[in-house]
């Protein structure tokens, strides 16, 4: 009798997946979904660089895009003044200057 008690108290073992799945779930919707939609944007952005786009390096450098080489970007930061970056390392577009 008491071995029938202790087998019914237990639960099944699908209840308890169901709280690992629903971390997973909410780890997914909150973490790893928001991750790849910046990184797919990023690519995105990489790609459609062209000449005159004003940009910025994941080491800070802004720079305007003098020309596209393969996988590289050369750009200009200052008058006769070129520097060659790999792609992966642009960061982000420059907005417009404020400076005035």
Do not use: C, W
């Amino acid at each position: 009798m008491l071995a029938l008690a202790q087998a019914a108290a237990q639960p099944s073992p699908f209840l308890q997946l169901v709280p690992i799945v629903l971390i997973f779930g909410i780890f997914y919707f909150l973490l790893i979904a928001p991750m790849r939609k910046r990184q797919k944007a990023l690519q995105r952005m990489i790609e459609e660089l062209e000449k005159g786009d004003r940009v910025v390096t994941s080491g800070g450098l802004h720079g305007e895009v003098a020309a596209l080489v393969g996988n590289a970007v050369l750009l200009k930061v200052a008058d006769n003044i070129k520097v060659k970056v790999s792609k992966s390392a642009i960061a982000a577009l420059q907005e417009s200057e404020s400076d005035g």
